[in-house]
């Protein structure tokens, strides 16, 4: 594994498979896309308590699922990072953050969207609010510590153990309306017996999770490709690539 590992963080082989892989996860991403729109705007019943006005579970609950996915990304990555010193995740890690950070602003706004008309209110001090709010402030706060220090190892460190210590707020987030009293609604898909939601709602959901994870992905190769041309620029294989 420790092989494995090294050889996935050279940054020519993490070039090369990425650049082949992001075709195939761009299609995935844009077929889901139009499908989970379709199926979940379009053809997808009203709901018979809350009318048309679920439909924005088809952003929500992908972008609240990926705000938590992303920052286990961040975290592994730092791991990594610290263990075995391998650049490309710190790379990762880097051009992750700010899209977990969108991806938990986009939950929030649209959660505080869909409260108005069905709590009243646009925000309550609810555990599974509050847990995610922090998650926020830890996408944040891990952006700065990047931009606080001019030796990128150094931010990578501070990034990474920050990132460690924040991972304990995703169990919080995750089971937060089963362990304490909450108005925000309880699992739906992830029960253990059978999802409480129809299946001609629930597979434009899961497309629609399928094309968020998609997303994020081909951002994160494309981005990730960026940074690696830009700090592989005097390596001859770049030179290569760039024509030079």
Known sequence: ?????????????????????SKWVTIVCIVCFISGLYGGLVLAPADYQQGDSFRIIYVHVPAAWMS??????????????????????????RVSAPIGASYTFLALSTGAIWGKPMWGTYWVWDARLTSELI???????????????????????AGAVLALIGIINIPIIHYSVEWWSTLHQGPTITKLDKPSIHFTMLIPLILMVIAFKTFYITTVLIKTRSEILKYECNSSWVKKILGN
Not at 8 to 17: E, L, N, R, V
Not at 76 to 81: D, H, M, N, Q
């Open 1 to 21: 594994m420790y092989k494995w590992i090294h050889q996935f963080g050279s940054p020519k082989y993490f070039y090369d498979i990425s650049l082949c892989l």
């Open 68 to 93: 938590l996915f992303i920052y286990i990304v961040l975290a592994a990555s730092g791991a990594i990072s610290l263990i075995w010193h391998i650049k490309i995740s710190d790379i990762i890690a």
């Open 135 to 157: 998650l926020l402030f830890l996408y944040l706060g891990y952006m700065a510590l990047q931009s606080a220090f001019d030796d990128k190892r150094i931010a990578a460190r």
